[in-house]
Nanobody
């Protein structure tokens, strides 16, 4: 199983980005997927989850971030709007299935003021 995250970059405060996480070796439709982020000097935190058509968003980003999936492309997305400096960090995706957990590499999001 491989998870490939992409879409990070440098954006100004108030801007938006869309992150993608493409899975191979695991069907998105039957896995529990998640986005995590880790800001400099802070612990990793859960940002969003996706299981089938059920989504969840952390309170810290609710109203600004949206998680979705495209089963045909086997890709999960994280649409981020209204970005602020507190959103700066490395974002990575994870998948869980049958007691196994898989991690993708991170993609860096930097929000400048």
């Amino acid at each position: 199983v491989q998870l490939q995250a992409s879409g990070g970059g440098l954006v100004q405060t108030g801007g938006f980005l869309r992150l993608s996480c493409t899975a191979s070796g695991l069907a998105l439709s039957i896995a529990t997927m998640a986005w995590y982020r880790q800001a400099p000097g802070k612990e990793r935190e859960l940002v969003a989850g996706l299981h089938g058509h059920v989504t969840s968003i952390a309170d810290a980003v609710k109203g600004r971030f949206t998680v979705s999936g495209d089963n045909d492309k086997n890709t999960m997305y994280l649409q981020m709007t209204g970005l602020n400096s507190g959103d700066t960090g490395v974002y990575c995706c994870a998948a869980a299935r049958s007691g196994n957990r898989y991690w993708g590499q991170g993609t860096l999001v930097t929000v400048s003021s």
